[in-house]
């Protein structure tokens, strides 16, 4: 349940933020029947940088669940240890952040170098109870961006009536300076070009909510909508890239189960 290129990264953004409590597969966050979910999706995540292009794009979705791999929404996986009510797993996915100064209409902004989305990989957990399902991630970036680092925990407890399911689930990351600073910090080069006082962006901590709702439309079809708010930790506040407080991001689905 739960995903072309300039600004596709908002929608890799939304898609790898939910991810996780399973927003773009077509199984619920405590329910992931083996095999695999086509579909297509839509997302609308505006970027937090300053005057930026942001539009919602449609995007295929390919989703798998096997004994060991699975395939959730931008996330890969392979479950070293799984029960039905816990699992461990090494895990790769996009840290889906993305800054191209053409897609800016601020003149400064436009004279920054472009930061790129990265690759993370790391070790997953998850275990489901009869009071919801905990989750709780480490990732590391591989990408060459600053090898910075992902810690993400959350709590979702689901809501099924009937066809329906919903999803609240309220969480935190904490993202440390490394991986700030690749995609919020001004250098004192870019400074000297563009004007912007030069930043250094220490590490910080973005707590989050999301309301995914899955409806069953038939045992093989399901579509899915969630909206996720995140508080933008003052690491990332306080860039002279930067010109909002938060972020607030939208996804729509419709999934083939086989």
Known sequence: ????????????????????????????????????????????????????????????LVNYEGKSFYFRGASAGYKLFSTPSDEISLLVSPFANRFRHQDTDNAQL?????????????VAWRHK????????????????????????????????????????????????????????????????????PAYHADGGTAPYVNLMANYRLSPSWVTSAGMRYTILPDAVKDSPMVNADHTRSFFVSLSHVF
Do not use: C
């Open 1 to 60: 349940m739960s995903v072309s290129r300039s600004r596709s990264a908002s929608l890799l953004t939304l898609i790898a933020g939910f991810g996780l409590s399973g927003a773009v597969s077509a199984q619920s966050a405590d329910d992931r029947a083996p095999g695999w979910s086509l579909g297509i999706g839509a997302a609308w995540a505006p970027s937090p940088y300053r005057s930026y292009d942001n539009k919602a794009l449609p995007l295929p």
């Open 110 to 122: 436009k004279q920054l170098s472009n930061r790129n989305i990265s690759g993370m990989a790391g």
């Open 129 to 196: 109870a009869e009071w919801g399902v905990v989750s709780a991630s480490a990732q590391k970036e591989f990408t060459g961006h600053g090898g910075g680092t992902l810690l993400d925990a959350g709590y979702s407890y689901p809501l099924k009536k009937g066809a329906l399911t919903l999803i609240p689930t309220v969480g935190i990351s904490r993202s440390n300076g490394a991986l700030n600073d690749y995609y919020y910090g001004v250098s004192g080069r870019e400074a000297l070009r563009s004007g912007l």
